[in-house]
Antibody, heavy 121, light 107 residues
Framework: EVQLVQSGGEVKKPGESLKISCKVS????????IGWVRQVPGKGLEWVGI????????RYNPSFEGHVTISADKSISTAYLQWRSLKASDTAMYYC??????????????WGQGTLVTVSS | EIVMTQSPATLSVSPGERATLSCRAS??????LAWYQQKPGQVPRLLFY???TRATGVPARFSGSGSGTEFTLTISSLQSEDIAVYYC?????????FGQGTKVEIK
């Protein structure tokens, strides 16, 4: 059974650093891209970026590039999303999701449960 | 980046009636479009990819169509369990982008 299990919610202050995780099981971690999606409370979905554990290829949404870093540890089948300096505007639910494909079509078929990040002074 | 615009923002439909949701891309995305359903308090769920290929387990009352810049998600006979926000997403070009969502509610 494919599962993506994310780390628990976090409450941080502006300027603090944070690394949230997404541990996968039930499939070969290095064979699929992992994407990250942000959802501000009450708002829509925003694509943050995507990472391929097989060769560490990474693509970012320009709106997030330079502010977040996506990485992974293949030895423990875990992907990460991290910030060096959080802002109040980073307050949101963050989802990881497996990026599968069917021919030339790509889609997010399995999702983590979400990690709520709250940044407040 | 490609901007995805969904309409309407909110759609009120009576049970058993048809719901038609639209998604427009700022430039062609060919058929590289997916639809997701997000029920209140839940994680998004894949409905369609390739604009019209139904994902596993998606009821037949849901259909997707379109190509290029204009796409449609249709629910032929709205059920109470279809109450959700629906998002389109293009994967034709980086960065991938989502529409702002259409909220479907019962009239």
């Amino acid at each position: 059974e494919v599962q993506l299990v994310q780390s628990g919610g976090e409450v941080k202050k502006p300027g603090e650093s944070l690394k949230i995780s997404c541990k996968v099981s039930g499939y070969s971690f290095t064979k699929y891209w992992i994407g990250w999606v942000r959802q501000v409370p009450g708002k829509g979905l925003e694509w943050v970026g995507i990472f391929y554990p097989g060769d560490s290829d990474t693509r970012y949404n320009p709106s997030f590039e330079g502010h977040v870093t996506i990485s992974a540890d293949k030895s423990i089948s875990t992907a990460y999303l991290q910030w060096r300096s959080l802002k109040a505007s980073d307050t949101a639910m963050y989802y990881c999701a497996r990026h599968d494909h069917d021919g030339d079509n790509f889609f997010y078929d399995y999702w983590g449960q979400g990690t709520l990040v709250t940044v407040s002074s | 980046e490609i901007v995805m615009t969904q309409s309407p923002a909110t759609l009120s439909v009576s049970p058993g009636e048809r719901a038609t949701l639209s998604c427009r891309a700022s430039q062609t995305v060919n058929s590289n479009l997916a639809w997701y359903q997000q029920k209140p308090g839940q994680v998004p769920r894949l409905l369609f990819y390739g604009a019209s290929t139904r994902a596993t387990g998606v009821p037949a009352r849901f259909s997707g169509s379109g190509s290029g810049t204009e796409f449609t998600l249709t629910i032929s006979s709205l059920q109470s369990e279809d109450i959700a926000v629906y998002y389109c997403q293009q994967y034709d070009m980086w960065p991938q982008t989502f529409g702002q969502g259409t909220k479907v509610e019962i009239k």
